[in-house]
């Protein structure tokens, strides 16, 4: 027995036949008896085009299969061969069917449905997010550290949390950076699922969560003609398209020259443009960028239209929205060596913190993110870390038992 896929109007279906080595007019009567269509009513054809037929005239155009005496074999159909099928008026079609007709062979294409296929890309005017507001100590711990010691001569990134209002408004309270190289030109980041865990149950603590994703452009980039670079579009469309936020911003830290000839640390903010990641996730930017590619352009797998034209390489700027930019003093300090730097940090930084801090209360001394992702580290990530961080965030006294286990760590 073999299985002939007949297409018509309603979709994929199959027809079982017994002799391979029957007729047209012997297929008609399995398709009249298996689909429930009349012989009279049937037109065949192993040519697409027949479904975009619009009149009975049209149709005799289509003399493929117009002998009825021909057989199939003759006809080179054969097992999982696909026959094209039109006809004339209604029928109910049985049982699931797991096709969308609106642009299938079988219907008519009208001019909506083309519009509908197409991919386009327009600028968003507004963001989703009110403003970003910067807690003023992690800002300057970040950036005092890519120009003091990196002298923006390679790129660094990191994670920001914090809190999302009502109204869209984003306050970034502290900044995880992850594990990572940078270079002049490139960014890979070599995350650490485990890490991330104890971030992230601090995060909960603090009553925070991921908000956005910092980076730095470096000062061989300051001379090219673009916001962000192909690759940190790439880039930053994965993780806005990642956390599911609305709200989600990207933030660039830069040196640009000032009136005087001096360079200033220039924070920019913007979010990634609904369009933009939703191209990313139907997979529709091509990811290997070649070093003679245009920074300054994204390409695409397919045609996208943008304005009227048809085109696979789009500025870059079409995919961002501006945020405004506010500072704020937030909870936390950020006075503690940060992780994952050129600089190892060991319990003597725990040591060296709380000796440099004791005027302070126990609670104080540790509001400090990055002191607590040490401290978590020798902690129960779903008990002992989020306890202590709502300590921090509720500004509580911290439980003499904690405390003792601190102490300890510090003079270990």
Known sequence: MIQLRVRSRDGLERVSIENPQITVSQLKTLIQSQLQIPIQNQTLSTNQNLLLSKTPADLLNFTDMANPNATLSSLNLAHGSIVFLA????RNVSGPRNFNPAGSFGRKMTMDDLIAKQVRVTRQENPHCELVSFDRDSAHAFQHYVNETLAFGVKRCGFMYGTVSETGKV???????????????????????????????IGIGLGMRKVGFIFTQTISQDKKDYTMSNKEILQAAEFHAESGLKEWVTAIVKLEVN??????????????????VKLFK??????????????????MKKDVVVGVKDTREVDNDFFLVVVKIFDHQGPLSSTFPIENRITHVTLKALKNHLDRTKSLSFVKRISDFHLLLLLARFLDLNADVPALAE??????AVPEGYQLLIESLASS
Request: glycine share 6%.
């Open 282 to 299: 139907d997979g529709l930017f091509e990811t290997d960028i070649a070093e003679d590619d245009d920074p300054k352009l994204s390409k």
């Open 171 to 201: 306050e970034v309270d502290f900044i995880y950076e992850p594990p990572q190289q940078g270079t002049e030109e490139n960014l890979a980041i070599l995350r650490d699922p485990d890490e991330e865990k104890l971030v992230e149950a």
């Open 87 to 90: 006809y004339d008026g209604e």
């Open 391 to 396: 300590c921090v965030q509720r500004q509580t």
């Open 259 to 276: 009136e005087d000839g001096g360079a200033d640390v220039h924070f920019e903010a913007f979010q990634m443009s609904d369009n933009c």
